[in-house]
């Protein structure tokens, strides 16, 4: 069973940077899973921020992030990571990582994966 945990989040002045870690454990050899990182602001919708193929060769982003946003996977530390740079106010949210078990970034809905973290609260403010 593989399970996931965040970590990294806080309070930032915009502007600021802050780098969320994604912990996964339960992975053996022979599995091969794509993650993303999603988020969900207050009265919205829980939204895709970015993915990271199996291999790590392949990234997307969302549109909003793309040019401030990079992620990362570490494989010597099953460990996913998205660092946030030049953040604003509407990138407040809690985060959350997740998994599923295809090779590349092609699940882009929220109920296509598998396996959740418990959520980072990210909030840019002055």
């Known amino acids: 069973q593989l399970q996931l945990v965040e970590s990294g989040g806080g309070l930032v002045q915009p502007g600021g940077s802050l780098r969320l870690s994604c912990a996964a454990s339960g992975l053996t050899s022979e599995d091969h899973y794509a993650i993303a990182w999603f988020r969900q602001a207050p009265g919205r919708k829980r939204e895709g921020v970015s993915c990271?193929?199996?291999?790590?060769?392949?990234?997307n982003y969302t549109e909003s992030v793309r040019g401030r946003f990079t992620i990362s996977r570490d494989f010597a530390k099953n460990t996913v990571y998205l660092q946030m740079n030049s953040l604003k106010p509407e990138d407040t949210a809690v985060y959350y990582c997740a998994a599923v078990k295809l090779r590349l970034c092609i699940a882009t809905k929220d109920y296509e994966y598998d396996y959740w973290g418990q959520g980072a609260q990210v909030t840019v403010s002055s």
């Open positions: 990271i193929s199996a291999s790590g060769k392949s990234t």
